[in-house]
């Protein structure tokens, strides 16, 4: 196989032996070209942008930040023991959560603003600061001339400014389970910085130590108040007691409730005795009245009946008159001792009756003595509960003056006792909060962290460029790779060109193909004219228009290198019917003024007149320009030249204007054998390509190919399959460069 051959059939090849792509499968390589293609670019923009960002940084004011440590304690220190005055104790999280609340707090931020003097900072104050240079750009008003004239700010806003300015510097952080809590202060000025977080710290202490003394203070007043009304009520509650006691004669109650109380006792002891013996005395009483009403003998009654002394004399008697009739058994009545024991039994018997008239006599006595005892201590006892009464209400109420006395001594002895204690302990203030680390002027600013922004800016320059690069590969709709060619106008590609970059070849890029340095250029041209015989091996084809989309795509200088190699395997003739711009005359140094094709169209000149001979190569200038070139192209007599010069010539290669500019390559492609469309990769938008291929393709032209024109020298996927570059030799390799 010839080089020719590999030449033409390497592409496809490639082609085939790639495997299909599917929609959804990402090319690395693809995304890879279009960052090369791109890297100048992507390189520029991510430099501008890290540039940008280091001039920015170091524009940037530095910030510094200083840390003060403070622990809050839970309640304040007791002067008890050394762990007290410490606070060696837990704190519970709504106190803490309120002490921090109060770091942050207006009134503290203020104590700070006036123990630095910061509403003098600019820093803190921005009407100290001197407006930018854009302020007066960016004011709206002043454009249409509706700034409103200002006032100056009083002290109290001023000072809120101030205040919110330092809070948005000072942050207080919280250590988690713990009673410490960093207080960060950031300044321009290290030594400021540190200052701030300082007297935030002390400005917390003082604010709690005056809100300490003010409420001692207050407290006191209050107890002092309070102290004089209850030495106020004391008094006069004192002296209602004593009063009470001297309008009642009052020294000891409680052993006259005694003495009372005990002879309240033995009268109702004697009064229930009392009682008892006149119940006693009562029944008999009744029981002699009863039988006297009756006239019963009193001797008959149960209760003389009942006397022991009646019951005696009767016993004595039964004794008697026993004696009495054993004696008259045994004497005579007028026995002296019948006598003596009958004048014995009649003694006992008057006693009897003399001691039961004295019994009945008794009892009466004794039952009005009894009810009258018992009248009596009935009327001593319940005179005795009644005095007791008295006592035990005047008791009551002495009690009651006495409570009253008693609480007021004691409250007027705790508010004294208190006030006592605030005034002995006010000199000694103790706070809530001690410091455990001072802040120190820091070395090394927080802001504005340098290599990081300059990094982060340096990768979101490269992100950003990488996205507008692949947004513009996105956007880009030009022609420029073979697979563009053959997916979007579904045509063959004959080969690619690459772009001659030398000033020197440029000047001289119409006969390129002569210049034995340009082996890449000279390869893709015999590429070109392989592809070209290749496509007319099964009909002969001998004419051929070299066109373009628009002026400037190179189809001049690939319809003259085309020209030359075709030259030297056969007999070429190469005519310029541009005859509004011609180019192929002055591109091969024929002579001005010569005549050409409009000469030989007009009738004024023959072919063989016209047929100038340069390196090898037979060629048809343009002659004089003519008024009417489409009229002499669609004339019959350019029919009849091109039918007389097929005979001479193996090939004719036809240099035709551009299809969007005129339309007379329509009129010269109705004579050809096929066209040859020249594309200049990454120019023509596909849309404007597809227009004038359809506008030959309507015109009925056999379009033989496309020629992709000023490829990049180490362009990747210029087939649109793999990525190569041109070598030594003009062939384009998919390998890698060496």
């Known amino acids: ?78 002067v008890v023991s050394i762990e007290e005055v410490y606070g060696i104790d837990g704190g519970s999280d709504s106190y803490l959560n309120t002490q921090f609340e109060v770091l942050k707090s207006r009134s503290v931020l203020e104590k700070v603003v006036n123990e ?26 002043d454009w249409f001339g509706l700034q409103e004239p200002t006032e100056e700010d009083d002290a109290s806003q001023v000072m809120n400014d101030t205040i919110n300015a330092l809070s948005e510097r000072v942050t207080i952080e919280p250590v988690r389970k713990t009673q410490i809590v960093k207080i960060n202060a950031e300044s321009e000025s290290p030594q400021l910085a540190a200052k701030i977080a300082n007297a935030v710290a002390n400005a917390y202490i003082e604010s709690y130590m005056e809100a300490k003394l003010s409420l001692a203070l207050s407290a006191t007043d209050w107890m002092q108040g309070r102290l004089g009304e209850l030495s106020a009520k004391l008094r006069v509650a004192s002296q209602e007691l004593q009063d009470y006691r001297e309008r009642e004669n009052l020294i000891e109650l409680e052993g006259v409730l005694t003495a009372s109380s005990n002879e309240l006792q033995a009268l109702t002891n004697a009064l229930v005795t009392v009682r008892s013996k006149l119940a006693v005395s009562e029944n008999i009483y009744q029981q002699i009245r009863s039988g006297s009403q009756k006239n019963q003998s009193n001797d ?15 016993a004595e008697e039964s004794k008697v008159e026993r004696q009495v009739t054993e004696l008259s058994k045994r004497y005579g009545p007028k026995h002296p001792q019948m006598i003596s024991a009958r004048s014995q039994l009649e003694s006992i018997r008057q006693n009897m009756t003399t001691q039961i008239n004295t019994i009945v006599a008794g009892v009466e006595r004794e039952y009005e003595i009894d009810l009258a005892n018992e009248r009596t201590l009935a009327a001593s006892v319940a005179e005795l509960k009644s005095r007791i009464q008295d006592t035990n209400r005047k008791e009551f109420r002495l009690q009651a003056l006495e409570r009253e006395v008693k609480v007021n001594e004691d409250l007027y002895n705790a508010f004294f006792k208190r006030i006592q204690e605030t005034t002995a302990t006010n000199d000694l203030q103790t ?88 082996h890449a250029f000279n390869e893709a041209v015999r590429t070109i004219r392989t592809s070209i015989k290749l496509s007319g091996i099964d009909h002969q084809q001998q004419v051929y228009a070299v066109t373009s989309s628009v002026p400037g795509e190179g189809k001049s200088s690939v319809s003259s290198n085309l020209a030359l190699a075709m030259g030297q395997l056969s007999k070429v003739l190469i005519i310029d019917c541009d005859l509004r711009r011609p180019v192929v005359g002055k591109n091969f140094g024929v002579k001005g003024g010569s005549s050409g094709l409009a000469n030989l169209l007009a009738g004024t000149a023959t072919v063989d007149e016209i047929i100038v001979k340069q390196d090898g190569l037979d060629m048809i200038v343009c002659g004089q320009v003519p008024p009417n070139p489409q009229e002499l192209l669609a004339s019959m007599r350019f029919e009849q030249i091109i039918k007389s010069l097929r005979e001479r010539y193996d090939y004719i290669i036809l240099d035709c204007p551009p299809v969007q500019s005129v339309s007379d390559v329509l009129m010269v492609s109705r004579h050809c054998d096929g066209v040859v469309y020249v594309v200049e990769a990454a120019r023509m938008q596909s849309n404007s390509v597809m227009t004038a291929v359809g506008r030959l393709l309507q015109a009925k032209a056999q379009i033989t190919g496309v020629v992709l024109n000023k490829i990049d020298p180490d362009a990747k996927d210029v087939y649109g399959y793999n990525k190569g570059y041109f070598d030594a030799t003009g062939y384009y390799s998919s390998s890698a460069k060496t």
């Open 1 to 78: 196989m010839n080089t020719e051959t590999r030449q033409v059939l390497s592409p496809p090849a490639a082609a085939k032996a790639m495997p299909p792509q599917g929609e959804d499968i990402i090319d690395l390589r693809q995304i890879f070209h279009v960052l090369n293609s791109h890297r100048w670019a992507i390189g520029s923009f991510t430099l501008a942008v890290t540039l940008a960002a280091v001039l920015i940084v170091f524009s940037i004011t530095p910030i510094y930040s200083a840390t003060a440590t403070l622990q809050i304690e839970q309640e304040q220190a007791k």
């Open 300 to 314: 008959s009654l149960t209760a003389v009946l009942q006397h022991p002394l009646i019951q005696n004399l009767r």
């Open 116 to 141: 630095l003097g910061l509403v003098k900072n600019p820093e803190f104050n921005a009407a100290l600061r001197p407006a930018p240079w854009y302020a007066g750009l960016l004011d709206w008003r």
């Open 431 to 518: 706070a809530n909060a001690r410091i455990v680390d001072v802040a120190f002027a820091p070395k090394v600013p927080v802001k504005p962290k340098k290599k990081l922004i300059v990094g982060v800016a340096a990768l979101l320059g490269l992100l950003m460029s990488c996205g507008i690069a692949f947004l513009l590969e996105m956007l880009n709709n030009t022609i420029r790779t073979t697979r563009d060619v053959e997916d979007k106008l579904n045509l063959p590609v004959l080969g690619v060109l690459p772009r001659l970059t030398n000033k020197k070849d440029l000047q001289s890029v119409f006969k390129a193909f002569t210049n034995a340095d340009l």
